[in-house]
């Protein structure tokens, strides 16, 4: 397992920008797939974007593809979520999640580590 710390959360208008960041803890975090998970009040926790652990496949949900991007800079042990054209819709506390040796699943149960969670507010 690794330490995820998710920061770059926060309010802000729609229409706006946010960029999310997930620092991990540990050497091998380039052998690990990244997911973001997004959880609105009183509703389940819902797959937002993957990114495998080479790289070199990544996956949106239908509700966010076209707006956000998901990257990895393994030299910095860092996934971002790149958040353009928010929407009201869009928030919730969002999630980075990591699985080793992972093809960057939708489905949660597949990662074993978790941060604690940033929140994104967008006003309409």
């Known amino acids: 397992q690794v330490t995820l710390v998710e920061s770059g959360g926060g309010l802000v208008q729609a229409g706006g920008s946010l960029i999310l960041s997930c620092a991990a803890s540990?050497?091998?975090?380039?052998?690990?797939?990244a997911g973001w998970f997004r959880q609105a009040p009183g509703k389940e926790r819902e797959f937002v974007a993957a990114?495998?652990?080479?790289?070199?496949?990544?996956d949106y949900a239908d509700s966010v593809k076209g707006r956000f991007a998901i990257s990895r800079d393994n030299a910095k042990n860092t996934v971002y979520l790149r958040m353009n054209s928010l929407k009201p819709e869009d928030t919730a506390l969002y999630y980075c999640?990591?699985?080793?040796w992972g093809s960057g699943s939708r489905n949660p149960t597949r990662y074993d580590s978790w941060g604690q969670g940033t929140q994104v507010t967008v006003s309409s």
């Open positions: 990114v495998q652990w080479t790289g070199g496949r990544t």
């Open positions: 540990g050497r091998t975090f380039s052998t690990y797939a």
């Open positions: 999640a990591a699985e080793q």
